[in-house]
């Protein structure tokens, strides 16, 4: 393999690398994009489908309000934590069979977190819902980056590929208001099993992977060190809110889990077999998506979980009226991926679209900051679901397209798993820590303002003033959090315009196509 090979920059996405040239597209890859794109859409849909369902279940089963982002973050953490040894392993196994195995286990997975008696059942059915989300989303996005080479039909299915992404998380929250109102919340986790069932009686027709060559091996230490790193980051932000920054435990975890994060990279210069050739991320416009995607996920999915609980618990819309609110930002994710990105991309350089993409983002999420205890949505939160859904899907399609153009058939899978450890890493990190900031600006706010309103009202606060100021505070800390959020899409359009410098296809860089060949397999 050539140095080149190694650390060359990535084609521009939509430009066809040259040992893809000579391979025959599938005659049934189109049907292929169907299922692949029907698992994916389950994966995302998981991760929001409960966000809905949350304060139904949060009663049901008696979670607090600082335990409850655990069944979210259970399945997050999971997923991002060993996405990557589930891209390896799509690399090595196979990547039809590892997208198999995922959608059998995702399945089962599900119907145990139906079933769950307990928080901690539930958190638990959660965590192994994304054990084999990990194995099952690279297999499919390396699926998608093997199957469809060629230009124009590349980027017409990474087109279709991102507006699943981003619109399958507004579309959970729309079902899950569905079944929580007319069902209830366990119908939220139940549903997959039907779906998994679908797509698995189409990936054994029309689904189609070359055979491995070689031994298998897997980086045991990486998976170990990496997983390890990421659950004690996203730990430590969880327990900052009943525990405080500044506490040891707090401290300790975060600290802990950088330092075996940096072993991690040490590791993987190292290993023989490693379970991040770091070549791939040397690349700049890898590196540049990739963090990206993880920035935009912090404040997505952020978002979701504040205007679930603002509509619900302070606006008081049932789970049904609160889903379709999340329609309009949906549609704009949809159009945002494949009428614009996926008609652009092939003739804008990526950054063209990415840094508006995360400006519209930013100033959406910065109109959230106004909300208050009245209702508002016309005025304040249609506008920004507007501008955040337009802006997410100028994002997400051009990022997974310049995450995986140029990548070697064998590095495909751990590639296409780097792209979804940042979203679900984002996403992780995003819930835990935004929901600290809320819940903590609430309390302090809601404490301040009770003793305030109590000597106001000469030494009597009555029960309508005391749950007027607990709404205010609680609104008062989504504001804040999402300001965090705001701030947050700003450094990824800072990031996106500094790294993501691939050129607009028509200027393609044979090149970084000769790179991608001398790493490809002969």
Known sequence: MSEAGRTGSAPTPGTTPSWAVEQKPDPHRWWGLVVIALAQLMVVLDATIVNIALPSAQRDLGMSDANRQWVITAYTLAFGGLLLLGGRIADLVGRKKTFMLGLVGFAIASGLGGAASSSGLLFGARALQGAFGALLAPAALSLLTTTFTIGKERSKAFGIYGAIAGGGAAIGLIA?????????????????????????????????????????????PGAVLGCGGLVAIVYGCSEAQPRGWGDALVLTALLGGALLLVAFTWWQGRARHPLLPLHIVRDRNRAGAFLTMGLALIALFGMFLFMTYYLQVVLGYSPLRTGLAFLPMTAMIIIGSTQISARLLHRLAPRILLVPGAVLVAVGLYLLTYLTAEPAFVSHVLPAELLVGLGMGLIFMPVMATATAGVAPRDSGVTSATVNTAQQVGGSIGTALLNTIATSTSATYIGSHLIQATQDNGGRLTPALRDSVIKEGVVHGFNVAIGVAAGVMLLAALIAGLMVTARAPQHGEAPADRAASADAPV
């Open 176 to 220: 899950g208001g569905l079944l929580t109102e007319y069902l209830n919340w366990r119908w939220c986790l139940y549903v997959n099993i039907p779906v998994a069932a679908l797509a698995l009686v189409g990936a054994m027709v029309f689904l189609h992977a070359k055979p491995v060559r070689g031994r298998a091996h897997l980086d045991v």
